[in-house]
């Protein structure tokens, strides 16, 4: 199975490699440097380019309302249903907007068709062939410097940083200021710990597009990254001092409170993003972090409370990937195992409750529930289901090319293989899992174990300089910190 989960991975990283200036024989390059866009309107046309421009902006909700205009102008233009279905929130619009893209791509242009087909064919769970067709996609317009922006920050969801950073320093090429590019770039460079051409990229994005809140958002985001929250609080304060409607900012307040361990003050600064939300799952995401602050505070009792009223209210909002993640995030910190296994059983019941979550977010919340119970039920010694667990994780893994969905399965197998102090077999997977703070805990007890004092140092630092707002690093980073504070 290892040798088979090789041999997938490399053909999954040999599609992402082919992204530029490599063209394929049955893609034929376009005359034009920009994609063409299919519409009898010209103020449709004008709507979805303004909603791609607020797309790189960042006005991520904005951008929805643009391209919701712009199919009402014309109901015919596709992309920009496509692009409702990429971005939108909520699960039954989502749905609904790709099977009308789906319907129109055969009437498109070429380039237009591959769009559609890259989203579709991702949110459908093949990535194979929705990567296949964004490369096709970019060899078809070589110049278009928005497209690699968009296939760009697309990688960048799905931990692919290494492809990303080979398209925006293509975009870049095109148009070395190109801020959408260089913002993407400078948390490429941040997600290395390369602060130092992360700031240097960042402050290019600033003086571009000095009125706009993003960068400022961007920075504050990119500063707690490194440690300085004081100077991300700046930042945070900055973007809403420009625009107050900027929500992510008054979440970046939140977050970066909470991981100072001010958790009183960081839930006033999440009350305030919750109460301007642009929408009901972002609403729901912010109050998730919200209750993560009981968590932090220890207060057990309260975070469980809180983490299941945000269950019930997603549920009945019918929310289910908001709903899933609750339940998963509950069974996260508890103690008693056998109780992480029911919160995890309501977790997966959730994904099942329609078919409108997409499948590659059904694909990835449920590797996540995997590899959970996968670990609690090996504590719990049920090992019958730790087994079945995993199993089902390695059949995910066999038939998925998505990065995040290998993550959980070598990350729950390199912590069986630690349970079972199989110390040197567990490197291997849990060298793979990289972004996970309970990885990477236990990366430095097996390099400990195997007397590789050079790798646990460096596994040491980047956990303990791990600056994010979720629950692995808020049950393993701070502890951590304390029990080598000398470090």
């Known amino acids: 199975m290892r040798r088979l989960l090789f041999v997938i991975f490399a053909m999954f990283a040999l599609a992402l490699c082919r992204v530029a200036p490599t063209y394929a024989n049955h893609v034929k390059q376009s005359v034009s440097a920009a994609m063409p866009v299919t519409t009898s309107s010209a103020r449709a046309r004008a709507l979805y380019e303004k909603g791609m421009a607020d797309y790189e902006n960042l006005y991520l909700e904005r951008c929805n309302d643009d391209w919701r205009a712009a199919?009402?102008?014309?109901?015919?233009?596709?992309?920009?249903?496509?692009?409702?279905?990429?971005?939108?929130?909520?699960?039954?619009?989502?749905?609904?907007?790709?099977?009308?893209?789906?319907?129109?791509?055969?009437?498109?242009?070429?380039?237009?068709?591959?769009?559609?087909?890259?989203?579709?064919?991702?949110?459908?769970?093949?990535?194979?062939?929705?990567?296949?067709?964004?490369?096709?996609?970019?060899?078809?317009?070589?110049?278009?410097?928005?497209?690699?922006?968009?296939?760009?920050?697309?990688?960048?969801?799905?931990?692919?940083?290494?492809?990303?950073?080979?398209?925006?320093?293509?975009?870049?090429?095109?148009?070395?200021?190109?801020?959408?590019?260089?913002?993407?770039?400078?948390?490429?460079?941040?997600?290395?710990?390369?602060?130092?051409r992360a700031f240097t990229a960042m402050d290019r994005y600033v003086a571009l597009l000095p009125t706009e809140p993003n960068p400022q958002d961007s920075y504050g985001e990119l500063k707690r990254m490194a440690g300085d929250f004081d100077s991300s609080l700046e930042h945070y304060r900055a973007a809403l001092k420009m625009d107050p409607d900027f929500v992510t900012s008054q979440l970046g307040l939140g977050d970066t409170c909470a991981l100072m361990g001010n958790q009183a003050q960081a839930r006033i600064e999440y009350d305030k993003a919750i109460r301007f939300a642009h929408n009901e799952a972002d609403r729901l995401t912010y109050s998730m972090q919200k209750a993560m602050t009981w968590v932090r505070d220890g207060n057990f009792a309260e975070a469980d409370k809180a983490f299941l009223e945000i269950a019930q209210t997603a549920h009945a909002k019918n929310q289910e990937l908001q709903e899933a993640q609750a339940y998963r995030q509950l069974a996260e910190y508890q103690s008693d195992d056998r109780i992480s296994l029911k919160y995890l059983a309501q977790a997966e019941d959730a994904l099942q409750h329609s078919d409108t979550v997409s499948i590659s977010d059904k694909g990835e919340e449920m590797s996540r529930i995997l590899r959970t119970r996968t670990v609690h039920a090996s504590r719990a010694g049920s090992q019958e289901l730790a087994d079945k667990s995993l199993k089902q994780l390695e059949s995910m893994t066999a038939n998925s090319r998505n990065r995040i969905i290998q993550s959980s399965y070598n990350g729950a197998a390199g912590t069986l293989l630690m349970d079972q102090k199989k110390f040197q077999e567990a490197i291997s997977y849990l060298e793979e899992d990289r972004d996970n703070p309970f990885t990477m805990e236990l990366l430095v007890q097996a390099y400990y174990q195997t007397n590789q004092p050079d790798k646990l140092h460096e596994a040491e630092a980047i956990l303990r300089g791990t600056n994010v707002p979720t629950m692995e690093q808020a049950l393993v980073v701070p502890a951590e910190r304390l029990r080598r504070p000398e470090i």
Do not use: C
């Not at 068709?113 to 093949?126: C, F, R, S, T, Y």
């Open 71 to 196: 199919v009402k102008e014309d109901p015919n233009l596709a992309v920009a249903w496509a692009w409702i279905a990429f971005n939108g929130s909520n699960p039954q619009e989502i749905s609904a907007a790709r099977e009308k893209a789906k319907a129109l791509a055969p009437k498109l242009t070429p380039g237009e068709q591959l769009m559609i087909a890259w989203i579709v064919k991702v949110q459908e769970g093949d990535f194979i062939g929705g990567i296949s067709a964004m490369n096709d996609m970019l060899e078809m317009f070589p110049k278009d410097k928005h497209l690699y922006y968009l296939a760009a920050n697309w990688l960048m969801g799905e931990n692919g940083e290494d492809q990303a950073q080979r398209l925006l320093e293509k975009a870049l090429s095109i148009d070395k200021n190109f801020p959408a590019a260089l913002n993407d770039l400078a948390y490429v460079y941040a997600r290395d710990r390369q602060f130092d």
